[in-house]
């Protein structure tokens, strides 16, 4: 099963306009930490934001905000105020789990091309 | 810190080469991953090192695939003799270990076989 599922491929925004990616994850373990990663066409991963399962309130890092529904499931990535410069894809991940060996293994998801219009 | 380093940027080499891929990841994290994304198969765990002792080599593809971290400064992934279904961009990452850590990412190798 996938520990980790972005079900869309590919997404389309109006500049400054808001938009949302989903990311939906599964785990049994009661804490674990959820990531959302920009990889824009130079190919390096930039992290963005993070969410803990036991954090109360959605994190949130300038335009970028989690919208953290913990019963569903759902970490869904919120972009405000859309640039030119987000077009990119995004990557949702997920660390959780027994440590092995001592840590915890991030899990990615297959991640969501977002193009922003002028 | 200049963050995770990554060497070459770019390889391209014939089928049946060896090729080697270095990683220096961030001082002070203990823990290091190899990563390949791919458009297929999107982005796969090779292996990961925890305080330079590989723990989960359970995603490395082959026999042909080896990786190695002689200390905690530096790491390398190797391929002998190469294929191309090996092309790919190959990344290198390091965090400290918790869940609550982000794991920083190096450039990444894109690795042409022909």
């Known amino acids: 099963a996938q520990k980790i599922t972005q079900t869309q491929p590919g997404m389309f925004v109006q500049e400054k306009e808001a938009v949302t990616l989903d990311c939906t994850y599964d785990?049994?373990?009661?804490?674990?930490?959820l990531f959302w990663y920009k990889q824009p066409s130079s190919g390096e991963m930039i992290f963005l934001i993070y969410?803990?399962?036991?954090?109360?309130q959605n994190a949130t890092e300038g335009r970028y905000s989690l919208n953290f529904q913990k019963a569903r499931k759902s970490a869904n990535l919120v972009i405000s105020a859309s640039q030119l410069g987000d077009s990119a894809m995004y990557f949702c991940?997920?660390?959780?789990?027994?440590?092995?060996?001592?840590?915890?293994?991030?899990?990615f998801g297959r991640g969501t091309s977002l193009i922003v219009h002028p | 810190d200049a963050g995770v380093i990554q060497s070459p940027r770019h390889e391209v080499t014939e089928m049946g080469q060896e090729v080697t891929l270095r990683c220096k990841p961030i001082?002070?994290?203990?823990?290091l991953f190899w990563y390949r994304q791919t458009m297929m198969r999107g982005l796969e765990l090779l292996i990961y090192?925890?305080?330079?002792?590989?723990?989960?080599d359970s995603g490395m593809p082959e026999d042909r695939f080896s990786a190695k971290m002689p200390n905690a400064s530096f790491s390398t992934l190797k391929i002998q003799p190469s294929e191309p279904r090996d092309s790919a961009v190959y990344f290198c990452?390091?965090?400290?270990?918790?869940?609550?850590?982000?794991?920083?990412f190096g450039q990444g190798t894109r690795l042409t076989v022909v």
């Open positions: 990452a390091s965090s400290a270990g918790g869940k609550g850590t982000e794991a920083f």
């Open positions: 785990t049994s373990d009661p804490s674990y930490g």
């Open positions: 969410q803990g399962s036991y954090d109360q």
């Open positions: 991940a997920m660390r959780e789990g027994l440590a092995s060996g001592g840590s915890y293994i991030p899990t």
């Open positions: 001082s002070g994290h203990n823990s």
């Open positions: 090192f925890n305080n330079n002792v590989p723990i989960d």
